[in-house]
């Protein structure tokens, strides 16, 4: 099946009084991401991935331990990336549901202790990529870091939260401020219900 770009859950500046500004937004979505859909369309076409899930498509053109992975690939796992990345935020702030936060604090100690691994894992990727709150194979909850467009789906893991660290996700707003970034995102815009349906 084609690409699509989906709407943003909300309004392209529903946002900005949280610290993701209407034109951060409007840069994001209607222009990277909207990129990765028609670039992966390009390449999916006549193809054997044509008309398979975007999830099919990521797990099967994933090349473990390459340094850079093919068109296809990042264009189809940065599309998936981003329809998670929208749905984890949003406008209207939401309490962390009790087996989320129990589920956290069995993991990491406590809730704070999760949200320090958890940006020092997107302040320490070098270059391009993610970082993830994830629910392992084994049912373990970890936090991770990608490279580039490189996601859980790579490894069988579940996303429960990922957070885009490429400049463009916070340049605008943030400068070369990531740390500050992260931590804007996980106090503020993060929707803890919709990271909790994940599990």
Request: proline share 4%.
């Amino acid at each position: 099946m084609a690409f699509t770009l989906p709407d943003l859950p909300y309004a392209h500046d529903a946002l900005a009084a949280l610290g993701m500004s209407k034109e951060t937004m409007e840069y994001h979505h209607d222009i990277h991401h909207k990129a990765y859909v028609d670039n992966g369309n390009k390449l999916i076409a006549g193809t054997e991935w044509e008309g398979k899930s975007v999830e099919e498509i990521v797990k099967g053109t994933y090349q473990p331990g390459a340094v850079a992975q093919n068109g296809i690939f990042n264009n189809a796992s940065q599309h998936w990336n981003h329809c998670q990345f929208w749905e984890m935020m949003g406008p209207a702030e939401t309490k962390m549901p009790g087996a989320l936060e129990k589920a956290l604090v069995e993991s990491f100690g406590s809730v704070e202790k999760f949200m320090e691994e958890f940006s020092a894992a997107g302040a320490g990727q070098f270059g391009s990529g993610w970082a993830w709150l994830v629910k392992d194979t084994d049912g373990s909850l970890k936090v991770t870091k990608t490279e580039n467009g490189v996601n859980p789906l790579c490894f069988g893991q579940t996303a429960l939260l990922g957070c885009d660290v490429w400049e463009h996700s916070y340049y605008i707003d943030f400068r070369n401020k990531r740390p500050a970034y992260l931590s804007n995102f996980l106090e503020k815009l993060v929707n803890w219900e919709n990271v909790a349906s994940r599990m």
